[in-house]
């Protein structure tokens, strides 16, 4: 298939063919191959037939894929494309192929009516905006100073809890369990197979940039494991003190009293003197746990951008806080079928949105739709953003309570 009639083809990659795509990625991000253990495993959840690889006389110059995720939207898991890989080579860069892997990643989305949202990582925050994604989801980074007393005294305590430190090797077992919990609670989140699950345990000495190796600690009880923590540990000694740096891969608990725990540990390390925990949800119920959250340093970030590739079906794909009866004008410069007035109605339990001829309550862009999608933006926000212009005196209000989720979206799983 021709992309634009200047030598460009795009082609689907045969899984022969992973070695020369992965090696044209990092050719794209810079030059840094994966370790061996990467590669393979990143060779085992690539999906070849979603792939696109962009050629000329023979060579790679762009790719892009899109993994078919489970993620969390407000009303549960449903089916999301995430997309990744996106590159191109740096001799063909700024000649529009990521707009048109952009495009017809889109396109064939919407004539396979397949995921009706698609959701990325985005290396620069300022790339995706122009193709319609909204930033739907913040993380928090916190650097938190060692200290017994860093956790509020009343913080939720439970006498039955073991704690044991261990290999990361031996908790595959009870990873799953206490991440599958956190799963439906939060929009964002990704169900995580085997293949994910070891995935997240992996710790290829080569990637460690210097850190120890990764450890666990596990909270546990008479019925088995409640939370565990992933982390390693950065050497800092500073005029011959121990400062060591705690860092924090991820964190899951099936209640708050086994969330305390692990963080009040990961707090009183011995020689160390800060946990770094890069992403964090907004609204970590550690922040409300902190003695001092100002010591925290809580610093935002934009994390998950979400694209609504088709409208109605992806606002009828999730639910609402409240009930909602209203006529959305949209506008979309990419994806022409999303244009115009829907009617969106439902509530806590289920929608439908269709297309309509009434007059229009809310005048939104479809970017501002996908910032709202997840909860975690507020319609209010964007509207005095100038991203929603209220139509209809009231409207807003509603939407922008009905679209709000509590709690906010995290996408600990980069893909
Ligand atoms: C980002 C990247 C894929 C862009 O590819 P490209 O083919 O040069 O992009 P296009 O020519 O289609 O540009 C489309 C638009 O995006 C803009 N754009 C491209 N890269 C951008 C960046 N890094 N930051 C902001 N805007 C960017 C272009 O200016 C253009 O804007 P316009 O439509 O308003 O004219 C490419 O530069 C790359 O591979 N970078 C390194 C890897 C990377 O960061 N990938 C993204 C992973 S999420």
Redesign the pocket.
Known sequence: MTLAGDGYELCAPEPHQFDELAAAIHR??GGFPDPPEFHEMNQKIFEFDRAIVVRRDGRIC?TSTIYSLEMTVPGGPRPVAGVGY???MPDH???????RMMTHTFTTLHETQAEPVAA?H???A??YG?FGYGMAGQVVRLTIPRGAAALLPERPRDPSLRLRATRPEEIADLVAPCYDVNVPIRPGMLRRDALWTHRALMDPPEARGGCAPLQAVVVEDDDGARGYALYTVRSNWVDSSPRNIVLVREIYARDPAAYAEIWATLLDLDLTATVLAETRPVDDPVLAMLADVRTAVPTLRDQLHVRLVDVDRALAARTYGCDVDLVLEVEDDLCPWNRGRWRLSGGVSAAECHRTHDQADLSVSIRALGAAYLGGVSLKQLAAAGAVTELRPGALAVAAAAFRHDPAPFCPTIF
């Open positions: 794209a991000y762009a996106v590159s191109v860069r700024r000649r529009g192929l990521m707009r990325l985005s290396t620069e300022g790339i122009r």
